[in-house]
Structure formats: C-alpha cells, structure tokens
Nanobody, 118 residues
C-alpha cells in the first residue's frame, strides 16, 4: 500500500522557520522524483521544490530560491523541505508528491497546513 505522510506544518511568525517531512512507503522511493507543492486559498497548486536522486537534480520555484531547501534521506524514505525566512505569502497547504520518470505513477500526500502570520 502506497503512503505519503507529511508532517511539520504549523503557525510561524514572519521570518521564522519550519521543516516539513514526507515519509514514503509502498514504492521504490529512491527511483521517484519527490516534490513539494503548495496551494493557497483561491489559487492553483504550484510546484515549490523537487528532487531526483536518479536524475541528480534539485530545483525550486523562483519565489522560494535562497530560502527553502529540499533534501532526501533515502535510508529513511523521507524527503524534507527546510523553510527559512518565511513570509505571509508562503501560507498554504503543502503537499508531498511522488512521480516516476515515465509519469505512469503519481502519488500525493494528504497535505500539511503552513500559516505565516504575526
């Protein structure tokens, strides 16, 4: 059974930090591109960051470059999103996504709420 379980969201003040975690099970984690997406109220879901061990890359949305870092612990089947210098516009539900290279298989987590507010 495939599962993606996110954690680490919460309420933080502007300028603060959070680390999101996504632990995967039920598929070959290291072979998948792992991504974080977010969706704010009234907006479309957008890609925040992605990592691929197979292809050897990480990439980021322009809006988070220099503030967010995506990383993977392949022994723990977990991908992280370290978020620093958070801004109110980072407020959204953050989703973990797993996608194989062919695009045949695509899995989503349940989402975790991040709220940046004073």
């Amino acid at each position: 059974q495939v599962q993606l379980v996110e954690s680490g969201g919460g309420l933080v003040q502007p300028g603060g930090s959070l680390r999101l975690s996504c632990t995967a099970s039920g598929f070959s984690f290291s072979r998948y591109r792992m991504s974080w997406y977010r969706q704010a109220p009234g907006k479309e879901r957008e890609l925040v960051a992605a990592i691929s061990r197979v292809a050897g890359y990480t990439n980021y949305a322009d809006s988070v470059k220099g503030r967010f870092t995506i990383s993977g612990d392949y022994d723990k089947n977990t991908v992280y999103l370290q978020m620093n210098n958070l801004k109110p516009e980072d407020t959204a539900v953050y989703y973990c996504d797993a996608r194989d290279r062919s695009g045949t298989y695509n899995y989503w987590g349940q989402g975790t709420q991040v709220t940046v507010s004073s």
